[in-house]
């Protein structure tokens, strides 16, 4: 799995988790954040074995209605017609 700067991307029991790992600057995002969250997300998607995606941020995360249209946005394709995208987002 590649290595990130903005975030922190795992995987383990069908559960995909991308932490946002910027808290110096309360997890805003910069254009490398969103490129990575997108190729994380991206690798969840088409990963069979992966149900559910959660999306954290240590301390806060600044721009959480962003957050919400980009998982949206991300959740409107589909796969072979009839995968769901699931994701749940919280901060710690």
């Known amino acids: 799995m590649q290595s ?6 795992t995987k383990q029991d069908g559960i995909a988790t ?3 790992n910027r808290p110096w600057v309360l997890n805003a995002f910069r254009p490398r954040t969103i490129d990575e969250m ?9 990963d069979d074995n992966i ?4 999306l954290m941020g240590s301390r ?5 209605e962003a957050i919400r249209k980009f998982v949206a946005r991300a959740g409107t394709r589909t796969k ?3 995968r ?5 987002i919280c901060t710690a």
């Open 51 to 54: 149900g559910v995606v959660v």
């Open 80 to 82: 072979r017609g009839h």
């Open 4 to 9: 990130f700067d903005d975030i922190i991307y």
């Open 60 to 64: 806060a995360i600044s721009a959480p």
């Open 38 to 46: 997108m190729e994380a997300f991206d690798d969840a998607w088409y």
């Open 18 to 20: 991308v932490s946002i």
């Open 84 to 88: 769901a995208c699931r994701c749940v």
